[in-house]
């Protein structure tokens, strides 16, 4: 789902910068023609349309964190906790055991947050390079080489 954002984003952003190129170049043809207001309003119906898919996807990305946070004490605290619990219980297991498996249950749950939120991280990094890939292989116009 990130990667459809992200590549919605980009195609929101693109036509806006292209846009405002194509503005420059041919304002004196828009104010010849008397419809600034409507490149104007154009060029604003673009930016709202960034500004949306830039805040779903911030929304998303939060939404991944949290339940990122709980899959992790789901899948790595709460057993540790259960176990550690039931071992004091039957009295088999220090004090010094229990701080150790507290301390380990916090660092790998970190870990594992850490690599859900790399990879997907890794797969923005992936997206800007089809991009690349994408825009490397445009032939240009003639007149343009």
Not at 31 to 57: P, T
Not at 95 to 104: E, G, K
Request: aromatic share 8%.
């Amino acid at each position: 789902m990130r990667r459809v954002l992200i590549r919605h984003e980009a195609s929101a952003s693109t036509p806006i910068i292209d846009r405002f190129c194509d503005t420059t170049a041919g304002l004196t043809y828009i104010r010849a023609s008397k419809i600034e207001q409507d490149m104007k309003s154009l060029f604003d119906e673009k930016v709202e349309q960034n500004i949306n898919i830039s805040l779903l996807r911030q929304g998303l990305e939060t939404w991944l964190q949290s339940r990122m946070g709980i899959l992790s004490i789901v899948l790595v605290e709460i057993p540790c906790f259960v176990f550690a619990l039931l071992s004091i219980i039957e009295s088999k297991i220090n004090i010094v055991a229990l701080s150790v498996l507290i301390t380990q249950t916090n660092s790998l749950s970190n870990t594992l947050r850490s690599a859900i939120s790399n990879l997907s991280q890794v797969e923005g990094y992936l997206i800007s390079v089809e991009r690349c890939y994408f825009f490397d292989d445009i032939r240009p116009e003639k007149g343009y080489t």
